[in-house]
């Protein structure tokens, strides 16, 4: 492997990659894949359930970060400890160095366990990277960290400890301190180079995939330059994603291969297309257009149809909620784990945008947020409810299937038709009701893949009753 690898940096440096076309939507294009969100899992939590994972029909999981982190007591039990002395989750979103292990996740070779349990289910492992900067504390940086990126002068950009005041300002948004946290200088070649043999020595050891915390405080090429720190231009992006190479140094395996995409927040002056340019994003605008609905238990009035982003949807990575949305202001935390999966049903069973779920804290209710409130334990047994499997398993199975979105007149019940091979149904009311929709799917008569409930089409008009707050899923067979 270690060859390979070798070989294969020899010959990015020859042959940069190609920008990829992400901003025009090709109609044909269908997304079969789906992505389990293990947040918080450790490594052998991880690995011990991934059969069970397999089985609920992902293809992908994202693990929490996996570098050194802030880790202030010497140990971490709880997801959240208000005192901070049990540890608390958003300690590994502080980068102490490039290493691989943490006190959360566990240890390298544990890691190099999981990812051999994830090749033997067919499961493709992203990993959670926030190379945009550092802990809270720069004292708890490692020694070695700074020295590999020419001393603490080198590590920030010149404003990189002062915080953001207006995040619609770029020049604010990508060289000072996101949240209070010390904005790395990532146009400095020797970080660059750091931190691309981190992520070369994740690709060695079987990871296949990036998701790129705060993506959007790294600038682009139109962005601001920190001059005063003798930047010439934004190459950060450039650099991991195989263009070019740094100090002899570049992505060992080739980008396409890769499934990477960034926390783009949307917002005001974020220059979605130039990201598009390198990665896919997130469609956090539609996140929160879908748990609207969700919400007020209805569609009608809420545009859950447009994708609300610049991107073509094939490379939108899209969510009901995210582990920010659901821990950081609590946005989505008091959606019932019943409407976080009417959500997921829908969100699924469409054509395009490749869905992340979220798992939730084992022992989590509306009033509890934090449940169990161990960190490392697997979450709750959401993820393989039949009706999460079965819409998951629906989307593989829809490969090449347009699709077709029908609802109520009062917005309650959707119905996501792809083409003639199958359909989703989503009831988001509290009460029985009946589905009277145009559907795609052949006339006959269908029995639920969950429920055996039957549901019948005749002359184009799909027809049955539907029990609160349930979804259904219908296969030609």
């Known amino acids: 492997m270690k060859r390979q690898i070798l070989g294969l940096i020899a010959l990015s440096a020859i042959l940069p990659s190609v ?6 939507h090709d109609p044909s294009a269908t997304n079969e894949e789906s992505i389990l969100h293990v947040w918080s899992w450790n490594f052998p ?26 880790n202030p007591e010497g140990t ?14 958003y300690y590994y979103y502080q980068p102490t160095d490039w290493t691989i292990g943490n006190q959360i996740v566990g240890t390298r070779e544990q890691m190099k366990e999981m990812l051999d349990s994830a090749k033997a289910y067919n499961i493709r492992v992203i990993v959670d990277v926030l190379p945009n900067h550092t802990a809270f504390d720069i004292d708890a940086v490692s020694d070695d960290f700074y020295k590999a990126v020419g001393g603490r002068d080198k590590m920030f950009h010149t404003n990189g400890l002062e915080g953001i005041r207006n995040y619609n300002d770029r020049e604010q948004c990508t060289l000072q301190a996101m949240g209070g946290l010390p904005d790395v200088n990532t146009e400095n070649p020797d970080f660059q180079k750091y931190y691309l ?3 070369n020595d994740l690709l060695d050891i079987g990871v296949r995939g990036f998701r790129y915390d705060t993506a959007k405080h790294i600038g682009v090429h139109s962005d601001p330059v920190d001059k005063e720190a003798g930047v010439t231009e934004n190459d950060f992006w450039d650099v ?21 995409y960034g926390e783009v927040l949307q917002d005001k002056n974020v220059p979605e297309k130039e990201y598009a340019d390198y990665m896919g994003q997130t469609a956090s605008s539609y996140g929160h257009v879908l748990r609207e609905a969700l919400e ?40 019932s784990d019943t409407q976080i999966r ?7 069973a469409r054509q395009n945008g490749t869905p992340l779920f979220f798992s939730r804290p084992a022992g989590s209710t509306r009033q509890n947020y934090w449940g169990d409130n161990k960190i490392g334990a697997p979450g709750n047994d959401e993820y393989f409810h039949p009706e999460v499997v079965a819409v998951n398993k629906f989307r593989t199975a829809m490969k090449g299937e347009k699709e077709n979105v029908n609802m109520s ?4 019940v959707l119905l996501v038709n792809r083409g003639k091979k199958g359909a989703a149904i989503i009831n988001l009311s509290t009460s029985a009701t009946r589905i009277d929709l145009p559907t795609t799917i052949p006339d006959g008569k269908y029995k639920d893949e969950v429920y055996g409930k039957e549901f019948k089409v005749k002359k184009g008009q799909l027809t049955g009753l539907l029990a609160p707050e349930r979804s259904y899923i219908l296969i030609k067979k």
């Open 76 to 89: 971490s039990t709880k997801l959240f400890d208000p005192e901070g002395k049990d540890g608390n989750w």
């Open 342 to 348: 009417n959500g997921w049903v829908f969100l699924t």
């Open 296 to 335: 007020k238990r209805s569609a009608k009035d809420v545009d859950i149809l447009n994708w609300h982003h610049e991107a073509a949807p094939e490379y939108l990575t899209t969510w009901v909620e995210s582990h920010d949305t659901y821990c950081n202001a609590h946005e989505s935390a008091g959606l």
């Open 45 to 70: 939590a991880i690995a011990k359930n991934m059969r069970q994972i397999a089985d609920a029909g992902f293809t992908m999981i994202q693990t929490s970060p996996v570098q050194a982190c802030y």
């Open 197 to 199: 043999n981190f992520v």
């Open 409 to 412: 007149d009062d917005g309650s």
């Open 19 to 24: 920008a990829k076309d992400r901003i025009t």
């Open 240 to 260: 991991v994603t195989g263009r070019k190479s740094v100090n002899g140094t570049s992505l060992a395996l080739p980008y396409e291969d890769l499934f990477v």
